[in-house]
């Protein structure tokens, strides 16, 4: 069964600085990996995904994600992070069969501090 | 806006009870997932319904069903109630195409049991 773990509860950045929110996941097949944010009392919101091609992904709000498969890892980057940044980040995987549902990693919330 | 709507916002109601949560997906798509997003258990998929037809279950409980109408909209019925199914209820949707499948999440509908 596919699993995504993220290691760390909290990150803590300083407003201008990059930012790394890291996710490993574990699934047999090819991985389809997502990264969604998540804003005080409202709902995920898609940020980008990894299907196939460049290990380097493009999102919104500037944020990019590398996909790394030798350490099985899709870390979320942006090299200047916004105190409008601070929220609740998940990852996520989906392995293609037949349900394409989503697997969650346990969630890390981003602060960012002017 | 995601274009997925759920309602109620908001439901209190006591254990035992039974309640219906209800989800319209973003005009065109014909995928529904429902989710359940708890402190203890974090961010859980249930189940998914396809053009109409259950196509995946994720950790849904027997007191718990879900259908999706011609129209595509889904209800999701949860019964028997206890004080530990207190959670955010997400739905999502998506398109069919599988290759591009980020899912598109509601704003919630947040369950209270007491």
């Known amino acids: 069964a596919q699993s995504v773990a993220q290691p760390e509860d909290q990150v803590n950045v300083a407003e201008g600085n990059p930012l790394t929110v890291k996710c490993t996941y574990s699934v047999s097949g090819n991985p389809y990996l997502f990264w969604y944010v998540q804003y005080p009392n409202r709902g995920l919101q898609f940020l980008l995904k990894?299907?196939?091609?460049?290990?380097l992904v493009k999102g919104s709000y500037g944020f990019e994600a590398e996909f790394n498969k030798s350490q099985t890892s899709f870390h979320l980057k942006k090299p200047s992070a916004l105190v409008s940044d601070s929220a609740l980040y998940f990852c996520a995987v989906r392995v293609n069969n037949a349900g394409n549902m989503l697997t969650f990693g346990g969630g890390t919330r981003l602060m960012v501090k002017p | 806006d995601s274009g997925v709507t759920q309602t109620p916002k908001h439901l209190i109601t006591a254990t035992g009870q039974r309640v219906t949560l209800r989800c319209s997906p973003r005009?065109?798509?014909?995928?529904v997932y429902w989710y359940q997003q708890s402190l203890d258990q974090g961010l859980q998929f249930l189940i998914q319904?396809?053009?109409?037809?259950?196509?995946a279950k994720g950790n849904i409980l027997e007191r718990f069903s879900a259908q999706q109408f011609p129209d595509l909209h889904s209800e999701l019925n949860l019964s028997s109630l206890e004080l530990g199914d207190s959670a955010l209820y997400f739905c999502?949707?998506?398109?069919?195409?599988?290759?591009?499948?980020?899912?598109?999440f509601g704003p919630g509908t947040r369950l209270t049991v007491l």
């Open positions: 005009s065109g798509d014909l995928s």
């Open positions: 319904y396809y053009n109409g037809e259950e196509r």
């Open positions: 990894y299907i196939t091609g460049d290990n």
């Open positions: 999502a949707s998506s398109t069919r195409d599988y290759l591009n499948n980020e899912q598109f």
